[in-house]
């Protein structure tokens, strides 16, 4: 099944100490259980993403990153740190984006969200979802970390 969505162009890292200066409009997750990444299937897609997800109205990029590591993982223990802020162009509009590095230590149930699946792999798998923008999200925070 093709997917029909957008990737995010022009993608910029950068570093941001006041995330009072930009309008976020996703947070991703880059996540680790048991020393392998953390990938979900979305249930209307038949490829692999990272957790990540929009901002709902008056909330912050690290209360997005909890949330949707909860949505669509069922991640219950965990630390969580950002990692960069991002801009690109996404359907012509620029968009921000925050980065978050997730080490689970436990994992619930599975909520009843959009993601059907998750799985751990030691990299990046295929089919993506995104495949122009999550290796370069995920090689990004691999190089920092590594």
Same mark, same amino acid.
């Not at 590591?69 to 991640?75: I, M």
């Given at each position: 099944?093709?997917?029909?969505? &957008?990737?995010? $162009?022009?993608?910029?890292? /950068?570093?941001?100490?006041?995330?009072?200066?930009?309008?976020?409009?996703?947070?991703? %997750? %880059?996540?680790?259980? &048991?020393?392998?990444?953390?990938?979900?299937?979305?249930?209307?897609?038949? !490829?692999?993403?990272?957790? +990540?997800? =929009?901002? $709902?109205? *008056?909330? #912050?990029?690290?209360? +997005?990153? =909890?949330?949707?590591?909860?949505?669509?993982? *069922? +991640?219950?223990?965990? #630390? @969580? =740190?950002?990692?960069?802020?991002?801009?690109?162009?996404?359907?012509?509009?620029?968009? /921000?984006?925050?980065?978050?590095?997730?080490? @689970? #230590?436990?994992? *619930?149930?599975?909520?009843? /969200?959009?993601?059907?699946?998750? =799985? /751990?792999?030691?990299?990046?798998?295929?089919?993506? #979802?995104?495949?122009? !923008? &999550?290796?370069?999200?995920?090689?990004?925070? &691999?190089? %920092? @970390?590594?």
């Amino acid at each position: 099944m093709a997917s029909s969505v &957008q990737p995010i $162009e022009k993608i910029r890292f /950068f570093v941001r100490d006041n995330d009072d200066l930009v309008i976020y409009n996703f947070a991703i %997750i %880059i996540s680790l259980f &048991q020393g392998q990444w953390v990938w979900v299937r979305n249930k209307n897609r038949s !490829t692999w993403e990272l957790p +990540a997800g =929009h901002l $709902e109205p *008056g909330e #912050t990029a690290l209360e +997005a990153a =909890h949330r949707e590591l909860f949505e669509e993982t *069922g +991640a219950l223990k965990y #630390t @969580i =740190h950002p990692i960069v802020s991002y801009e690109g162009i996404l359907d012509g509009i620029q968009v /921000f984006g925050k980065i978050f590095l997730a080490r @689970i #230590t436990e994992l *619930g149930p599975l909520p009843d /969200f959009e993601i059907s699946e998750i =799985h /751990f792999f030691y990299g990046i798998p295929v089919p993506l #979802t995104y495949p122009q !923008t &999550q290796p370069v999200f995920f090689n990004y925070v &691999q190089s %920092i @970390i590594f």
